[in-house]
């Protein structure tokens, strides 16, 4: 026993195969600067034409260099972690610390209710002692729809949690579950609690969604509960008091399960809202449910979780307590951060809504580099760190182990809610106003999560990054192209705010962060510039073709192998590395589609919203994206047909460019008419040109089929389409004369 105390609760290991990978990066560098000798050295004279588009040729080209290099960096060295849960058990079995875990909410439409208690029931069903767990629901929809379905949640709760736990049954969403079981034999022991509770599930979901469906709440159900009584004095969902009810007391002795096991704590928070009053979107729902939970339970481990995703492994939260009682390096961790994986994937991911490669190659860099940055979800805080204490290494080491000196009022529920409601009032903050500063999540950034994450960092905490075989949480990806678009235009935008920010890694990071991290933030926070040198690629080297500019050596010309060995060993490692992480073939050339329109709308939409609003031209608004479709949307989305079907600018970038690069390919052909004999195809300079056009046009091909070909409601709308084509015909013709 005395020797158990010794091993670790927790390893790291480090990839395989780091050498080939820095080979072949140093090799593909070589490549570059060829490519680059080759820029400089046959730059066209002043009176040439097309000096000026090779200039940016040159410069686009620098650029991709530069970010390639941040790739590389984040790649360099990632490693993985492992855990011993039983390790866990045997020493610290009766000395687990607190959870608290938040769900957040912000619009029974967007986000059904009946999804969200399934989330909510997937993690009051952890297997961890019930007494010290404490989940925190909050609603920034302020809707008693949401409300309804948490009191119908607490009760079913009371079966549900003493079937999982007797059948260890995974995973431990209803939904999920059922959706996926396979019903027990007759004669199973499980089979008649098995369908008893089926019944009871599918009872309260249609319940629910008829509620849902009607919009309102009948005098019936409103009898239930007194806590539906706050609703009559809510003017509007923006202009509402704080409605908190404890659904659950898990403190209070008659808050048991059908087999007289305790609860865990169950709370419904909707923060007041005033129109007057700025509320700061998800980060100031999280900030006011870490106020009142401080008075509830004060669980010293936060895990924050969105409402779409549900807990797929019931022991998540023993992984992630290993990381925080490792005797060794416990003291250090600030977040453990789990991937953010999805389920319902269509098999070739049409919209390259995965992040396989993201959550499997780069955020296991960043752990490398000095730890993953927060992303918003499936995250466990320590909660001193996320109030914005600062590591120090005595004190740490000193606290944590005695963390039995948490002191939380002792009193009734009601007095509690009472007590609490004013931690979340709209008001609170103006007289703490270190709160959404140094304190909590930061405000006044769409990517909130990544800022806060960061100032953690910055605060000297490491962070870990727990990624394994079977995944902890489950979210719902994207279903159209428009969500997929907007909210990767979000994201470029909130990340490029930070890179220009007071808050750039370089500067705010400075001797506070390793080099190396400050690197792999801008993997995400340049994002966003990304998007001018790939139109610039795709657009320039296109017109140049018609107009007859050569931009690229000629085939014969030994200049052409860098360009060849960079091109095809590029790809050829995304492509591997794509597959590696459990995708086809098919996903990947979907996955540079994606690539592709995500550069050349929604991060050059999201630049110029930078801009605009920095100049006060616009205000900040956060999209929550979409995650129920209609049939008809969901019908095509598993057919994996692209959904153009809206009116968007974004879209008319995607068709224009589309047109124009078919344009350009057919003035193009010309060319390749003549070079039907070996001669002229050798000494022809535009073959290169012509090639990346066609394959531009190539990747553009469901953007024909969308303009063209498709009848159904996702054809692109007319009046994109005649914008598109005017404004590709204006491209070509100010090209050609
Ligand atoms: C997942 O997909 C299945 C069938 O493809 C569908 O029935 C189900 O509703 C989807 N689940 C969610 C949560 O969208
Ligand atoms: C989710 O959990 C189930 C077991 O309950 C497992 O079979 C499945 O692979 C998990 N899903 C993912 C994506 O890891």
Redesign the pocket.
């Known amino acids: 026993m005395e020797k158990n105390h010794h091993l670790p609760l927790y390893v790291t290991k480090s990839a395989k195969a780091r050498i080939p990978f820095h080979l072949f990066a140093v090799s593909l560098f070589v490549g570059v600067c060829f490519i680059f000798v080759y820029r400089v050295s046959n730059i066209p004279s002043e009176e040439e034409a097309g000096r000026w588009a090779w200039i940016g040729l040159f410069l686009s080209e620098l650029w991709f260099c530069l970010y390639w290099f941040i790739t590389v960096i984040v790649r360099w060295n990632p490693i993985y972690r492992c855990t011993f849960k039983d390790r866990l058990s045997l020493r610290y079995e009766e000395a687990l610390p607190g959870i608290d875990i938040f769900v957040c909410t912000a619009d029974p439409m967007i986000e059904p209710p009946a999804m969200v208690i399934n989330t909510v029931l997937s993690v009051m069903a952890y297997d961890y002692p019930p007494q010290k767990l404490n989940v925190y629901l909050s609603d920034d929809g302020g809707s008693d729809l949401t409300f309804y379905a948490m009191v119908e949640a607490s009760s079913f709760s009371k079966i549900w949690l003493p079937f999982c736990k007797k059948f260890k049954i995974?995973?431990r969403s209803p939904e999920a579950y059922f959706r996926t079981a396979v019903e027990p034999l007759e004669d199973n022991v499980m089979a008649k609690e098995w369908s008893s509770i089926k019944k009871s599930y599918e009872g309260m979901k249609k319940r629910i969604e008829t509620t849902t469906k009607l919009g309102r709440i009948s005098e019936e159900i409103r009898k239930q509960h007194k806590g539906f009584r706050e609703w009559n004095l809510v003017a509007s969902r923006r202009d509402h008091q704080t409605i908190l009810q404890m659904l659950i007391d898990g403190k209070d002795p008659k808050a048991v399960d059908i087999e007289g096991q305790p609860l865990p704590t169950l709370v419904y928070l909707a923060r007041e809202k005033r129109p007057q009053y700025h509320h700061n979107f998800k980060a100031g729902a999280v900030n006011a449910l870490i106020r009142v939970s401080s008075r509830i339970s004060n669980g010293p481990i936060i895990l924050i979780l969105d409402c779409d995703m549900y807990s797929?492994?019931s022991e998540s939260v023993r992984d992630a307590v290993c990381f925080y009682m490792d005797e060794e390096k416990g003291h250090e961790v600030g977040f453990v951060q789990f991937p953010q994986?999805f389920?319902n994937l269509t098999k070739n991911d049409v919209y390259a809504s995965s992040l396989n490669v993201i959550m499997g190659a780069e955020i296991p860099g960043f752990d490398g580099n000095g730890g993953p940055c927060f992303i918003g979800t499936g995250c466990f805080h320590r909660r001193n760190t996320l109030c914005g204490q600062k590591y120090s290494d005595q004190e740490c080491k000193a606290n944590w182990k005695g963390r039995d000196d948490i002191k939380i009022e002792e009193s009734a529920s009601h007095v509690l809610e009472d007590t609490s409601k004013v931690l979340a009032s709209c008001t609170y903050e103006e007289k703490y106003t270190q709160w959404g500063n140094e304190v909590g999540l930061k405000y006044g950034c769409p990517v909130e999560d990544v800022l806060s994450g960061l100032a953690i960092h910055c605060r000297g905490w490491r962070s870990i990054y727990f990624n394994p075989e079977?995944?902890g949480f489950?979210g719902l990806p994207p279903t159209t192209l428009l969500q997929s678009l907007v909210q990767h235009k979000r994201w470029s935008e909130g990340d490029f705010q930070i890179f220009a920010s007071r808050y750039c890694p370089f500067v705010y990071g400075y001797k506070k962060i390793p080099l190396k991290l400050q690197l792999s933030y801008c993997i995400y926070l340049l994002w966003a510039p990304n998007g001018f040198a790939t139109l610039y690629y795709v657009a320039v080297p296109s017109l140049c073709l018609l107009r007859g500019i050569s931009l690229f050596p000629k085939i014969s010309s030994a200049w052409v192998l860098p360009f060849a060995f960079v091109i095809i060993f590029h790809r050829a490692y995304s492509l591997g590395e794509f597959i590696w992480f459990g995708g086809t073939v098919q996903g990947w050339w979907n996955d540079q589609r994606m690539w592709l329109f995500r550069r050349i709308s929604s991060f050059i939409f999201g630049f110029l919203d930078y801009i605009l609003k920095l100049v006060g031209f616009s205000k900040s608004a956060f999209v929550v994206t979409q995650k129920v479709a209609d049939d008809d949307v969901s019908e095509r989305y598993e057919q994996e047909l692209m959904e153009f079907g809206a009116s968007s600018p974004m879209f008319t970038i995607i068709a224009t460019l589309a047109l124009l690069n078919a344009f350009c390919l057919v003035g193009g052909m010309k060319r390749v008419i003549y070079m039907m004999d070996v001669q002229t195809l050798v000494s022809e300079p535009f073959t290169l040109q012509i090639l990346l056009c066609a394959l531009l046009v190539l990747i553009n091909l469901p953007v024909y089929q969308c303009l063209f070909l498709r009848k159904d409601k996702g054809r692109m709308p007319t009046s994109v389409t005649q914008r598109s084509f005017m404004f590709a015909i204006l491209a070509c013709a100010l090209a050609m004369y």
């Open positions: 995974e995973p797929n492994n994986s389920e079977r995944k489950l």
